[in-house]
Antibody, heavy 120, light 112 residues
Framework: QVQLQESGPGLVKPSETLSLTCSVSGASISSSTYYWGWIRQPPGKGLEWIGSVYYSGGTYDNPSLKSRVTISIDLSKNQFSLRLSSVTAADTAVYYC????????????WGQGTLVTVST | DIVMTQSPDSLAVSLGERATINCKSS????????????LGWYQQKPGQPPKLLIS???TRESGVPDRFTGSGSGTDFTLTISSLQAADVAVYYC?????????FGQGTRLEI
């Protein structure tokens, strides 16, 4: 079974860049079988897909985030990462990493999530 | 973007009774070439990530109790819990993976 674990700072200042990493176990991130994704959930609110990355480095992201998103993959560390630039308080959320067997497949496994607060 | 709209926003059901949650997509998520609906249902309990219950609108995931049933096609979908258990108290989300951006319903809070 694939296991995912998010890590990164829990507090980011406004206008700075949020950076998170998802460590993967139980599967190889270099496998062509999977797509690796990021989803966020503001406190008490619903789910928003941020974007996904394939082992080749190809990425797909949500236009609503207006090109602030960079998702990358590190095959040597079996990890993938999220960078979200120019953050505001509206970016305060629990950030989840996830995996699916295709971009157009449901999200089978999720990490436990990490709360990132944007504040001075 | 495909907008997913769930109803109701919250629902209180007695133990052992049936719970029904609806989900409507702003455009069809049925792919005609394979007759598959690109629609999933998730259960989220407090402090936990969402858990996939049902994929392809009606396929129950391994280990999911058979009291959970998904139905519907095209733009209208339903999640039914046939006999509510205390462990089913959660927020339920529908999710379309037919096209990007992937989108979710706003959630339905199920209480006893």
């Amino acid at each position: 079974q694939v296991q995912l674990q998010e890590s990164g700072p829990g507090l980011v200042k406004p206008s700075e860049t949020l950076s998170l990493t998802c460590s993967v176990s139980g599967a190889s991130i270099s496998s062509s079988t999977y797509y690796w994704g990021w989803i966020r959930q503001p406190p008490g609110k619903g789910l928003e897909w941020i974007g996904s990355v394939y082992y080749s480095g190809g990425t797909y992201d949500n236009p609503s985030l207006k090109s602030r998103v960079t998702i990358s993959i590190d095959l040597s560390k079996n990890q993938f990462s999220l960078r979200l630039s120019s953050v505001t308080a509206a970016d305060t959320a629990v950030y989840y990493c996830s995996v699916s067997t295709d971009l157009y497949d449901p999200l089978d496994y999720w990490g436990q999530g990490t709360l990132v607060t944007v504040s001075t | 973007d495909i907008v997913m709209t769930q109803s109701p926003d919250s629902l209180a059901v007695s133990l052992g009774e049936r719970a029904t949650i609806n989900c409507k997509s702003s455009q069809s998520v049925l792919f005609n070439s394979n007759n598959k609906n690109y629609l999933g249902w998730y259960q989220q309990k407090p402090g936990q990530p969402p858990k996939l219950l049902i994929s392809s609108a009606s396929t129950r995931e391994s280990g999911v109790p058979d009291r959970f049933t998904g139905s519907g096609s095209g733009t209208d979908f339903t999640l039914t819990i046939s006999s509510l258990q205390a462990a089913d108290v959660a927020v339920y989300y529908c999710h379309q993976y037919y096209t990007t951006p992937l989108t979710f319903g706003q959630g339905t809070r199920l209480e006893i």
